[in-house]
């Protein structure tokens, strides 16, 4: 069972534009949410994270919103670039576990 | 400051043999966690090891083990390989402080099983 569901598989955006990256979550005992950026050949590192107290986070480019009632939380990357085509996931921790979602395949056209 | 490394990088077996890959943390990182990576099922929990002791597993046949030792290294062993083990297989450190999010991955090992 997929503890966090992700979507879309696979994403493409016209430079410039923005992206959109879904989760969703059921366990209420996560209490911290990671998203990892992925390049070919490389593993994944940590792109930006927020708590559940929070109800947005932006870093750069790059934003996390958090709706803890519905359990859902976004990436949105505004200003997309080539450079970001990737695969994005993200993430749930709950103590010293962490429950990843499918990946999403972004690619940026120029 | 070396990241998490993991050896070998690629490697080729046949369906019924074992694998052994080897991990090395960043150094002050007692924690490391292996994940196996497949095309649509996302980065799959296989267990994590914490002061030689594995604290967490995931759902994963007993065919997948593994251990750490006193300098925190790890390896994992994949026994009686079937093609389906064919992945990914990530490895991450990390401080072991709750609640940060703070996963060093290494580049991984990329297992083809024939």
């Known amino acids: 069972q997929q503890q966090v569901k992700q979507s879309p598989q696979s994403l493409i955006v016209q430079k410039g534009g923005i992206s959109i990256i879904n989760c969703a979550y059921e366990?209420?005992?996560?209490?911290?949410f990671p998203w990892y950026q992925q390049f070919p050949g490389k593993g994944p590192a940590l792109l930006i994270a927020?708590?559940?107290?929070?109800s947005e986070k932006k870093e750069g480019r790059f934003t996390i919103s958090f709706n803890k009632s519905a359990k859902q939380f976004s990436l949105h990357i505004m200003d997309s670039q080539p450079g970001d085509s990737a695969t994005y996931f993200c993430?749930?921790?709950?103590?010293?576990?962490?429950?990843f979602g499918t990946g999403t395949s972004l690619t940026v056209i120029p | 400051k070396a990241g998490v490394t993991q050896t070998p990088r690629y490697l080729i077996k046949t369906r019924g043999q074992q694998v052994t890959l080897s991990c090395s943390p960043i150094?002050?990182?007692?924690?490391v966690s292996w994940y196996q990576q497949t095309p649509g099922q996302g980065l799959q929990f296989l267990f994590e090891y914490f002061s030689e002791t594995q604290r967490n597993k995931g759902n994963f046949p007993g065919r997948f083990s593994g251990r750490q030792f006193s300098n925190s290294r790890s390896e994992m062993n994949v026994s009686t390989l079937e093609l389906g083990d064919s992945a990914l297989y990530l490895c991450?450190?990390?401080?072991?402080?709750?609640?940060?999010?703070?996963?060093?991955f290494g580049e991984g090992s990329r297992l083809t099983v024939l």
């Open positions: 993430a749930a921790q709950t103590g010293n576990q962490f429950y």
């Open positions: 991450a450190s990390s401080l072991d402080r709750l609640n940060t999010g703070e996963l060093f």
């Open positions: 150094s002050g990182h007692r924690s």
């Open positions: 927020i708590r559940p107290d929070v």
């Open positions: 366990n209420t005992a996560f209490d911290y």
